[in-house]
């Protein structure tokens, strides 16, 4: 008798070890993403634009085919994609730093065009990559190493939210902010990142999922006490829930 | 007299450290010194090394193929940078985690317990003062006085681990002044 | 001020603020980071501004504007991110402003790697953004000179209302060596009175580097030719080592690999070998007189550089006709230790290795 298999890499993922710190959320939102292609039947005609930031080698963790972008401007090389070879997925997959600082110019009006690809964009509150500098999504008072005495939202501003932002535009889009802290919350998170790549597939809207993640290493917490500092300090900033839908009135 | 060590471990070990108090004693004896750090994508979770050279004149290269003397506090350290030792030169390794020798014989090898010895004086996070204290006192490249100041100035703010730093480096030294075997 | 020992892009930012400035916007990027973090904590000690801006694009117009309203101003960078300043360092250029570049780099092109290189000295020297313009370039190759150009640098841009660029790399910004911060470093800042800070009672003064009107902007463009030609004959830095002999071979290298290549002629002097270097301090303007005098005086030339042959264009333009030029050159992060550079003299010394020629190496090999 062989047992069925009931638990698996998703086709879309290959079994590279990957360089994730322990703790780190960022292995848990590829394999949602993964498993998006997997059951819509995408991954052979995906393109992933990966960013600059800890997932810039996510192109050795997906099994599609993938771009490497410049800092920030993976949505500009999707619209690229997209508008080549229309028939294509194509997602980005971004940090804050990446998405929220340095490219927030290509992001907004990638967003405002309506440009039929999907963004996952994963919002840790901090530089992970470069060694845990300040974000734009860095909470009040958090300590960062180009924030040393807790972000001063006087000096620098509040944290953006940008799922909030974008939804702002009149352009019909898909915009839902989730989060994988607890397993009640991956599930959920899988659907909204399944709901994008639905949209995309029938050729609707641009999308956007945001997903809280960790950073255990930079946050200076253990796995456990940083799922935890989600929960406390990242949620009550950051609502989860569905922002912009293309069923909405415009 | 110019002398090049190459201090290697994995993150945590304290590698970085003793590397620059090698430099700083160096500097406070009136040499040039220079200290440089291996950094980039090798630091997540793996080997951490530095190099230090210490010199009477200006120093050109911070680098060099063969070091004369390196210090490995873990297996892929050893297994990195052993054979890399000058000949004639000298390779300390930390025997409490490093159950294999360089297999050379044309350099000096200098096996010490540093794990077990840092425990017994209490804590095994003191091993890299013992391995600092055998290589020092295998080179003599700067004096026991200097690096008690800086262990002192490292550990100001918490006072009580100073006299067990202190002994560490000690209980290293006398390793290190045992004969060349 | 007693000796210290620092990391060089800690001691790059501390050498900022005993020059006296006091505004520094960044962005992150490795391996330079720690300027960053460095000054975070520093310049609130000296009332001064840092501000983490949101890209490279926009620190470097933050010190346009910052150097257009009269204040001593500076960023760090690596390569990418002088990449994406290369706009504004053309627009500031063209608008005659004194503002302080620091590269510290890595390897590339595109997203390249984070491991020292020297990869940058063309866009550093030749250009970068568009139009006719140049940086003054310094290559340190110890901390010490890190320091000692970081402070150079500020007086040189304020001297000649242009940026000036202190080019060093991922080694330069990470190794620890003492250093000595001079009793005065801050010089005194002259007079501005080009800068915008409000009318009061003169007329209006104008930052910019748009002249739609051909003559005004050929007036422009020879302005800034007529610095240059001062520069050329005013800023020119180098370094004999062992270079005022007669030499079997003869060394150029810059920064740390200046430094390596000195072990490396150390050991071969060491065993009667005639070999000397020399070492360009300023990049551009690049110390053409120094290379063709002392190349005279050279069986042959070996250029040393961490990159594919940049720098050894200016020496093939600088050297006399008929020296053979030979390149030595290390990518991707991995440095070559003083025994690869005697390695390579010793093939050059015996007849061993292969010139650069007219035509290029394809050519030459086929
Ligand atoms: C032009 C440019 N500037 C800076 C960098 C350095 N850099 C690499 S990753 C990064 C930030 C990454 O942070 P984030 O996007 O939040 O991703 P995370 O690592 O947190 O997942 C920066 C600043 C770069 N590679 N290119
Ligand atoms: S540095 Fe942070 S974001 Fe990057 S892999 Fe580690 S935990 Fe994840
Ligand atoms: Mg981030």
């Excluded at chain 1, 997959?93 to 907004?108: C, F, K, M, N, V």
Aim: hydrophobic share 40%.
């Amino acid at each position: 008798m062989t047992a069925a298999t009931i638990f698996g890499t998703p086709e879309s993922l290959t079994d590279r070890v990957t360089h994730y710190c322990p703790g780190c959320t960022h292995g848990i939102i590829h394999r949602l993403v993964a498993e998006s292609l997997d059951e819509l039947g995408l991954r052979e005609t995906t393109v992933g634009i990966a960013p600059v930031g800890c997932a810039v080698l996510a192109y050795h963790y997906f099994a599609c085919d993938f771009q490497e972008a410049p800092h920030g401007r993976a949505p500009a090389l999707a619209t690229g994609a997209k508008r080549a070879r229309p028939d294509l997925t194509v997602f980005t997959y971004q940090g804050d730093g990446d998405l929220a600082s340095i490219g927030t110019a290509e992001l907004i009006h990638a967003a405002n065009r309506g440009e039929k690809f999907t963004i996952i964009f994963v919002n840790n509150a901090i530089y992970g990559m470069t060694g845990g500098q300040m974000a734009p999504t860095t909470m009040p008072g958090q300590v960062t190493s180009t924030s040393p005495a807790g972000r001063d939202v006087d000096q620098v501003g509040y944290p953006l939210r940008v799922a909030e932002l974008i939804a702002t535009l009149r352009t019909p889009s898909y915009v839902e902010r989730v989060s994988v802290h607890t397993p009640h919350h991956i599930i959920n998170a899988k659907r909204a990142v399944r709901q994008a790549f639905e949209y995309q597939k029938a050729g609707r809207c641009f999308s956007l999922v945001e997903v809280l993640s960790t950073c255990p290493t930079n946050w200076g917490l253990t796995p456990l006490e940083s799922l935890k500092w989600v929960e406390e300090t990242m949620l009550p900033y950051y609502p989860l829930g569905l922002k912009k839908s293309p069923d909405d009135e415009v | 007299m110019t002398l090049d060590v190459m201090f290697a471990g994995f993150g945590g070990q304290g590698i970085m450290l003793i590397g620059q108090m090698v430099a700083y004693a160096g500097m406070g004896e009136g040499k040039q010194v220079s200290w440089l750090p291996s950094y980039g994508p090798e630091m997540r979770g793996g080997t951490a090394y530095c190099s230090v050279v210490v010199s009477d004149n200006p120093i050109g290269s911070p680098v060099n193929r063969n070091p004369s003397c390196c210090v490995v506090m873990n297996r892929p350290s050893l297994e990195k940078f052993a054979p890399k030792v000058k000949k004639g030169g000298l390779l300390v390794v930390n025997s409490s985690l490093i159950p294999v020798t360089s297999e050379r014989e044309d350099i000096d090898e200098l096996l010490v317990p540093c794990n077990d010895l840092a425990m017994e004086l209490g804590t095994a996070k003191a091993a890299n003062m013992v391995v600092l204290g055998a290589f020092v006192g295998r080179t003599q490249v700067v004096k026991l006085e200097s690096l008690d100041l800086l262990v002192e100035k490292q550990f100001a703010k918490k006072p009580k681990f100073i006299p067990l730093n202190k002994e560490a480096l000690r209980v290293g030294i006398e390793r290190g002044k045992a004969e060349a075997s | 001020m007693a000796k210290k020992l620092m990391k060089g892009n800690e001691a790059i930012g501390e050498a900022a603020v005993q020059a006296g400035c006091r505004h520094y916007f960044a962005y992150p990027i490795t391996p330079q980071t720690e300027v960053a973090e460095y000054l975070v904590r520093r310049m609130p000690e000296v009332d001064g501004v840092f501000l983490q801006a949101e890209s490279e694009v926009a620190a470097s117009n933050m010190l346009f504007g910052a150097s257009a309203a009269g204040v001593r101003t500076f960023t760090s960078s690596s390569s990418p991110g002088i990449s994406l300043m290369a706009e504004s360092i053309s627009y500031i250029a063209g608008a005659q402003l004194p503002v302080v570049y620091v590269n510290i780099m890595r390897g590339g092109p595109g997203l390249g790697g984070i491991l020292p290189a020297q990869s940058d000295y063309f866009q550093a020297t030749k250009g970068g953004g568009h139009g006719d313009y140049h940086l003054l370039v310094l290559a340190p190759s110890t901390v010490q000179e890190a320091v000692d150009h970081v402070i150079l640098a500020f007086e040189l841009a304020e001297k000649y209302r242009n940026p000036v660029m202190v080019l060093g790399d991922g080694m330069i910004g990470q190794m620890m060596e003492p250093v000595q911060f001079p009793a005065e470093a801050v010089t005194e800042p002259p007079d501005r009175p080009w800068a915008t800070v409000g009318m009061k009672n003169r007329p209006q003064n104008l930052i910019r580097s748009l002249f739609l009107n051909a003559d005004e902007l050929e007036a422009n463009n020879l302005e800034l030719r007529a610095k240059y030609d001062l520069m050329e004959r005013d800023e020119v830095r180098f370094e004999f080592y062992h270079a005022d002999e007669e030499m079997d071979v003869m060394v150029v290298a810059y920064g740390t690999m200046a430094r390596i290549a000195k072990t490396a002629i150390d050991a071969l002097r060491a065993d009667g070998v005639k070999v000397g270097l020399v070492r360009p301090i300023s990049l551009y303007p690049f110390p053409k007189r120094a290379v063709r005098e002392a190349a005279g005086r050279a069986k042959a030339v070996l250029v040393v550089e961490l990159s594919t042959g940049q720098m050894v264009e200016d020496v093939e333009w600088a050297a006399p006709e008929g020296v053979p030029i030979h390149f030595f050159g290390k990518v991707g992060g991995n440095i070559p230790p003083p025994e690869d550079i005697s390695e390579e003299i010793s093939k050059v010394l015996g007849g061993k290795a292969t010139p650069r020629g007219l035509y290029g190496r394809v050519e030459e090999a086929s």
